[in-house]
Structure formats: structure tokens, C-alpha cells
């Protein structure tokens, strides 16, 4: 791609303007270079998840703030105070990876044709890479002000390629007046460029710093800068970020509601030509009394980088990132019009910026208990590669009461359960579920529902060509009751995994595990299991299950606190951490998998963490994953490639 230059006013400012030319798309290199396509759809999305700071290789004890990633996630690019390397006042920096998945290494200074003896700060990119806007106090900005510069490179994956950069010019860099921290926004489809930024020294604006729009004009340049009054408010509004469709838009405010000196707020609209909604504050997951701002987006809008200065950080500002999920709340009844009992929401995740495993793992929750109520095990199965179901069904009727004494034949009692349950065929009157509401029916119409709603996510790579569930690319899992039900599609397919949480409850008096363990399809060496010692209900129950599975053959049972990963290979855990809420009730049974009643650290994270992660992931060495071709022979039902599942933002 080559530059192009054009003469601007009096001053025959050289303005290169190859990205800045209207109706002109980002060019083939984007498709290279960019992680996320430029019409791929975005959302919905989870929460944001709790913050965590880069850590002392990226901050340093000086203020480092406006971050800004590339559109291929392998640069963050920042502002910093730091002194050794930069060349004075706060300069723009860059940490590089290897990979999405690796972590940052040390930030180098860009060099003096981006930096010099002024504050040259809050870098932004054009989503092909080739151009970054930065805002800087240099000549021939006012004092107390700053102007809009922006450089051009050959190489998109060149940090270190940046061309001198030059002055956007004297229509959005008004003389006398600030404009700062410029967010760039190219609209795909029209090619219509805007450029926004912030100011405190025009007038008709409401009060402090305002958020400003400049629109490109034909000839390539941009115009002055109008105030967007979505936006703006009496207080102070600033630094911005566009998420790459133009309609969730990132601000940094003091406005009315923040939490302490600067929050992040958010701001939708339904379409680029539609007014930007009232902004939202992001809560108190994110922002905090402190002074929190800086926002900078990732191009699959799944990563946020900003600023903050809470405590624990390494001096100053420090960057932090957080991350939400692909999510998709569905009712059951929307799937098939069928489904009238059981109705709370089944949930969908995905992680684009996730390698993908192929596998797709189906969590059944347990007795009166929604899908919902499991969402940490599901989003850290999704940041693992997975892509999760959260399958709400009728869970209503706690078996292990069910089918105890004085039940002439509880062995028959829970198979027949479990597999009405499972199949909808009638075989006892301790459970009434037909067809339409059993687990194979719900499953296969949600999965058909994702593919045809979501096709670019890749949800029909874990259906046949005939429709149904490709059960050799599925894990199954389940808490209590729903251990069961994983279990027994275990028994009766060959599955790529079993995760029990708490599970199997089922028991026979005098006997144990319930006969129908004692024979699967599954292989014993795919099995995993985490139980709390001070389970009342389940714990007993589930080590004899383990034992029927065959579990045991790989290790006695390993305290997952008092170890680390891969604890010794076992298949079976056994924790006795503190749930949420203490040793009252049932709070032992449901602290290995629910939500409100497992143990979360200091930082918020759950505290068996690990442990999941490993019953997700761990393998035994002599488990042969080979065997995927039982269903797969590599083709959908339209002779596609399914060998690797659509992924969103690769």
C-alpha cells in the first residue's frame, strides 16, 4: 500500500490520507491482519469480567495510562511517564506478544518519529493497522493544549515502521483549542470516516471536557468538530473508545453516579445513524473509587485495557485489562414450541479470543436448580476453548428422595428416571417428562437453534448431518442431579468427557452406586469428579460412583487446595474449602459448582479455579482421542469442512 500525500491550506501541511479518502475501504491487508472480520456481528456478550492488572513488566512506577491494542492483538500500544528511554514528557510506547494467548513483554519506546520533548499520548489505530492517531502538546499547539497528529506505516505488523507523523490540520486542530485523545471510526459499508475526540476549551459544549465529532470531508480531510451531546455532560468527559461496528462507544467521565474521580461508561445505538443512547456506568466490577478511565477495545470487542489507580498497582496509573464472553440467554420454549415445562433459560458461551478445543461441553445443573445459577463453571469452560451449553430441564424432583425406601426396587427406580429424563420415553411414574422436554430433545433443538441464529460461531460442528447431537465431540457435565444425567448419556454414548460436580447422588441401601453405573460407553479413563467432604447429601454416594466408573484406578482422591495441578493424575477431588455462606445447609453440595455458594479469593476469582480447569482439561495417558471419527467423518450435512468449528474474531 502506498502513501499518498495531499497539500492542506497555506501552511502546505503534508496530510498522508491513503486510509482517509473517502469511500475507500480499509483495504485487502485488513482481512490479513485484523483479528475480527469487518461484517462480522457482535454480541451479545456476558459481563465484564473482574479486572486484573498487566503487571510490573508492562507498568512501571510512573503513570501509564491510554493504552491502545492493534487490530491484530499482538501490540499494546501505551502512554507513559516513564523516563528511562523516552525522550521527555509522557511518550508512546509498545509491549508485543507472540501469540493472543501468550503474555506482554517489556514496552519499547516508538522513537522520535512519534515521540519527543512533549506529551505525545493516547495512541489510536485505523482497523487495517496502517495509520495511528495520537493526540500531542507539541507546536504549533497553544499552551495548555493539545492537537491531533497521526503517522502512516507500510508494514501493519511493524511497531517500529512508523513514518514521521504530521498535523491533521488546522480544521479539527483549531487554534487555541484542545483536541485530545482522538478514537478513529471508518463505517464499512459507506466508508464514511469520523474522527472523535475531546476538548475543554470550546464553548458550546456543556461544561469541562466534551466528547467531539469531526466527519471526513470528499477531499480526505476532516471537518471542525462537533460536540456530541449524548455524550457530553456538565462534568468531565474523555478519553473514548468505538467498538469496530460503530455502536457500543466506551467513555471516560466524572459525571453524576461515578464512583470515584473518573469511571467507564458505555453507550449504544441501534444503528451508526442513530443518536448514542444515555451513557451507563460499567459498575462496580470495573470501576472503583479510584480514578478509572483510558478505555482501549479489542477488535473482537471481547478486551477492554484501560487505567486505573486503585490500590496495588505499581505507582500511578496502571493498565488493566477485562474481558467478556459471547452469551446467549435462550428460552427453552423458543427453540421448539414444544417445550412447556422446565422453562428457565438455557445460556450459550463462546470465547473468540479463546483457541478453540472442538469440543462443545453441556452442563446440566442440579435438582431446582436453573442453568443459570452455574455461570462461572460455564464462562471458564468457554476461556478454556470449549464452546458451553448451560441446558435447562425438567429437574424438579429430587430422585434421591424419589427412589428411596420404601421404593420396592431403587435400582430401577433411578435408571428409569434418568433415562425418561433423558429420552422422554414413559418408564416410571416417579418422573413425567415426554419427548418434547427430555434432554435429547432440548439439546438437539437448542444446537440447531444456535446454528441457524449464529452460524458464524460454528454451534452446528456438534451436529450430524442428520441433525442430532455429535455426541463424540461433546463433554457432558453436570452438579448433583444433573451429574446424573451426564452420566448416564455416558452409559449410553461414547462421549470426549465426564465432569461430575458433587455427583452421582444415586444410592441403593446396602448396596451403593445404583447397577446402572456399573456398565458405560464411555471409558473410565474419561471421568472426572470434584466432591466436598462435608457434603451431607452427596459426598458418600459420589465416591461409590467414582468407584463404579472406575476412577479409582487412576490415584486416590486429591485435596485440590492443598495441591496443584495436575495433582498427581487423579480423576477425583475432594475439597473442604469454605462455601459462601459457611457450613449451613446444603452449601457443602452446591460450593463445587454454584455460583453463590462457591468460595471466590481476594481478586474474585473462585477459589477451585484450577480445579475445574484441570477436570476440564486434564487427559490420562493412555485415553486415545483418536476415536472422534464414531460420528465424525470430517463433512456437515452440505459437504463442509467441519474438521475445525467457525470461530468469531479469528
Known sequence: MSARVMVIGAASLLIVVGVLSPGVSAGDDEKDHARCHPQQRFGPFSDWSAPVNLGPTVNSG???FHPAISPNGLSLYITSGRTAGGFGG???WVSQRASPHDVWGTPQNLGPNINGPFNDIAPDFSADGHWMFFSSNRPPASPGTAQ?????????DDDFAWQPAVNLGPDINLPGVDSNAPTFFREHKTGRAQLYVNSIFRTDGPGDFDIYV??????GTFGRAEVVRELSSPKRDTR?????????MFITSSRTGTAGNNDLWVSTRATTHHPWSEPVNLGPTINTAADDGGPALSCDGTTLYFYSTRAGGSGGRDLYVTRRLISHVVAPHATDPAIDRALDN????LDPAAPSNQKLLVLLPGTATPAGAYQLVQREAAELGYHVVGLMYPNGVRLAIACAPPTADPNACFENARLEILDGIDRTSVVDVNQSNSIDNRLTKLLQYLAEHFAEEGWSHFLTHNGEPKWSRIAVSGHS???GEAAMIAKLRKVDRVVLFSSVPDNVPGLGAPTWETTHATPSERYWGLAHDRDTTAFIPSLASWAAFGMDVFGPAVVPEASAPPYDFTHMLVTDVMPRGGFVGMNAHGSTAIDNLTPLGADGSPVLR?????LLTAHSADDDDADESDEDDGEDSAGTSTRRPATVGR
Open 62 to 64: 510512573s503513570d501509564d
Open 90 to 92: 509522557s511518550d508512546i
Open 148 to 156: 491531533v497528529w497521526v503517522s502512516f506505516r507500510e508494514d501493519p
Open 214 to 219: 469531526s466527519t471526513q470531508r470528499e477531499d
Open 240 to 248: 473514548t473508545a468505538i467498538r469496530r461496528d460503530g455502536l457500543e
Open 346 to 349: 438455557h445460556y450459550a458461551w
Open 481 to 483: 442431579q444433573g451429574g
Open 610 to 614: 484450577d480445579a475445574w480447569r484441570y
